[in-house]
């Protein structure tokens, strides 16, 4: 059994980087007002935002490598118990936000309940909750050998599934037609201007190698501490992955919204680059002044998270005028005298800010609220 060690900060701070920069995207408003890297790519291809997610489930992964021992000590039944309880919180609280605000006026003026029947079901804290069930299951009976062989078969089968029962367009991928049979068109996302969800069932799958990826580079920092040699194979990892990915790009094209194979070895590359320059900066360099503030958001991460995209839709819900509330803030707050993107990046850095307040204060008063 490999000796416990204090948890590594690196993590802790790229998980806070990951949830303050998908609040600033999350804000983003539109293609001809925010900047492109705030934005995700159209179909193929990779932005900064296309990043954020993948990122969160490497951190979610690279956390698992601190707490899952320590679960497996207490025995299946109680480990089960644990993993099951908390993927199902996670997956209902992202089910719920999709619901919200629970309530509209009908026709004849009458407050009823928004009907269940065209809430979506998954989204992205419905993936969170599913790849870390998935893959704490996998790592607790498969142990790390079956974790490798399952992130292999995964994303080589994926890439055959997506290849022989479809193609890589957004209205005949097999990652869609699974859903529409699974779920329902009133069940999915419809932001593409048609049913497709980009956190779908198939996509899921392979979502889940980028947990198993966290944890194995969590591990690598336990069994060899924030050292020279765990920052030298992070970065050798991170390199032939990105190189693996880019070559097989030319037949499967990074794509986020279908979580494609090589957007997973991309994804995960990038994240291992990350997060050697974090414990080069952080416990090589001991430059720690600026963690601080990403610390705060890393230690209520869900709570932040729900409460910035509660506070999103309160903004689109409420109307100022003709105007939805976020409109009028934008253009009278900021749009007026900074411009389109510059106005809509400053936004979304204020309402972060806002965001990061609440943790502070939570963390001043050591609130936190764990699942």
């Known amino acids: 059994m490999t000796a416990a060690l204090p948890r590594s900060q690196a993590i802790d701070v790229l998980r806070g980087a990951t949830l303050a ?8 408003i539109s293609e001809d007002k925010s900047y492109a890297p705030l934005l ?8 900064l935002t296309d990043l954020v997610f993948p990122t969160f489930l490497f951190v979610v992964g690279a956390a698992m490598s601190f707490t899952l021992e320590k679960y497996q000590s207490l025995g299946d039944a109680v480990l ?9 919180l996670i997956f209902l609280c992202g089910y719920l936000l999709y619901w919200f605000p ?24 419905q993936r969170i909750a599913l790849a870390y069930g998935l893959a704490c299951l996998i790592l607790h009976y498969g142990k790390e050998r079956g974790a490798i062989v399952f992130s ?3 994303l080589l089968g994926y890439w055959w599934v997506m290849a022989a029962a479809g193609d890589y367009t957004l209205g005949g991928n097999a990652a869609l037609k699974l859903d529409l049979l699974l779920l329902g ?3 999915m996302y419809r932001g593409e ?7 779908g069932v198939l996509g899921t799958l392979p979502a889940v190698v980028n947990v198993l990826a966290g944890y194995f580079a969590g591990r690598l920092l336990r069994a060899k501490g924030p050292g020279y040699e765990a920052i030298a194979k992070l970065l050798l990892w991170g390199t032939v992955l990105l190189a693996l990915a880019l070559c097989w790009s030319a037949v499967f094209p990074l794509n986020k919204k279908l979580w494609t194979s090589s957007y997973v070895l991309c994804s995960v590359g990038v994240d291992l680059c990350l997060l050697a320059l974090l414990v080069y900066l952080i416990d090589l360099l001991a430059l720690r002044r ?18 910035a995209e509660i506070l999103m839709s309160v903004l689109w819900l409420g109307h100022v005028g003709k105007l939805a509330l976020f409109d009028w803030l934008y253009l009278n707050g900021f749009q007026w005298w900074a411009g389109d993107r510059n106005g809509s990046l400053l936004f979304a850095l204020v309402f972060m800010l806002g965001c990061w307040l609440t943790g502070y204060v939570m963390d001043k008063k050591r609130i936190y609220i764990k699942l």
């Not at 629970?102 to 804290?125: C, H, M, N, S, Y």
């Not at 610390?295 to 729900?306: A, S």
């Open 152 to 154: 292999v078969v995964t």
């Open 21 to 28: 920069l998908m609040i600033v995207v999350n804000m983003s």
């Open 102 to 125: 629970f309530f509209e006026f009908d026709k004849a003026g009458q407050l009823a309940l928004l009907p269940l029947a065209k809430t979506r079901i998954l989204g992205v804290l």
């Open 80 to 88: 089960l118990q644990k993993v099951l309880r908390r993927t199902a």
């Open 193 to 199: 201007g048609v049913p497709f969800d980009p956190e």
């Open 185 to 187: 068109e009133a069940h």
């Open 290 to 307: 600026w963690t601080y503030f990403f610390e705060v958001f890393g230690r209520n991460t869900l709570f932040i998270y729900l409460l």
């Open 40 to 47: 995700h790519a159209v179909w193929h291809g990779l932005t």
